[in-house]
């Protein structure tokens, strides 16, 4: 990476902390609209979130995840980033992961929730999952089997995230390398307002695509609408949001950059 590359991936990191302190503000002061989705049900869930992503040949996300990761079954390793994950693996198929994770901000389950998650071996992590160490202890939990699944769809949750795009293929990447082999993970971006950076990261998406790397992505870039309202949460209906289906085949390398 180039050394003004790294200067602004620094800056922007530095940036994303602060901004997580907000998110955090927001999430014990405010709540959040919408929290602890569906795979299926409801109207934020993963399928209407990532609708379109999975192709024609299955009828929805879980038929499509279930179906990849069909060596995995009854043994899979799932985990959802920016989120408590619990109604989301409940709708898996029962038993076919064996062990789950969410990681966010602070766990808002209900005591009857997680004595629910205990039976399930479904655990809640609560931590800045772009913070070092955050990523480390989402490593040590995953240990050495890594994960097969990966969601993120953290919504307002990422708002004020900075949209540079070294940034955020950074994050992609961190994340790319916790999944494994065979695995596949589906990823929303913050809003991503300036145009060159949305280009840049459709560009780079593409790239890997094309170069034969046993990685299959789709993705999709909603509408630009314009801005309502006043703050960083009207913002987020922006639009300029990437939703990344990603596909890890089993000759895929172990890092993207
Ligand atoms: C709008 S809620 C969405 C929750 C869930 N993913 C869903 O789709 O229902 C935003 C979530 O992002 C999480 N979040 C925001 N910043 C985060 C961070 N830095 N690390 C981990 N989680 C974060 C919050 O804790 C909250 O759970």
């Not at 934020?44 to 979130?49: A, L, R, V």
């Not at 060596?71 to 109604?87: F, H, M, P, Q, Y």
């Not at 991503?192 to 459709?202: A, F, L, N, T």
């Not at 998406?205 to 949460?233: E, P």
Request: with cysteine; hydrophobic share 35%.
């Amino acid at each position: 990476m180039q050394k003004e590359n790294f200067r602004k991936l620094k800056k922007s990191l530095i940036q994303a902390r602060n901004i997580t302190s907000g998110s955090l503000k927001r999430e014990v002061i405010h709540g959040w609209g919408i929290y602890n989705s569906g795979l299926l049900s409801g109207l934020h869930s993963f399928d209407k979130t990532f609708g379109g992503l999975y192709g024609e040949d299955h009828e929805n996300i879980k038929e499509y995840i279930e179906d990849r990761l069909a060596a995995k079954r009854d043994n899979a390793v799932g985990v959802e980033l920016g989120g408590i994950g619990s109604t989301l693996f409940k709708e898996f198929t029962p038993g076919f992961f064996k062990r789950t994770l969410g990681v966010s901000l602070t766990d808002s389950r209900s005591e009857e929730d997680k004595v629910l998650d205990y039976k399930n071996n479904h655990h809640v992590l609560a931590l800045d999952a772009f913070s070092s160490y955050g990523h480390r202890e989402v490593q040590k939990w995953l240990g050495h089997e890594g994960a097969d699944f990966i969601g993120e769809k953290m919504h307002a949750g990422s708002v004020g995230f900075s949209d540079n795009p070294d940034f955020l293929m950074s994050v992609i990447n961190r994340w790319y390398k916790l999944l494994n082999k065979g695995g596949v993970m589906f990823l929303e971006s913050p809003p991503i307002i300036d145009q060159k950076s949305k280009e840049v990261i459709g560009g780079w998406l593409d790239s890997i695509n094309n170069k034969n790397l046993d990685i299959k992505i789709t993705y999709k870039i909603n509408a630009d609408l314009k801005a309502r309202g006043q703050g960083g949460f009207s913002e987020y209906l922006g639009g300029g949001i990437v939703y990344i289906c990603l596909q890890k085949g089993m000759y895929a390398p172990d890092s993207l950059l």
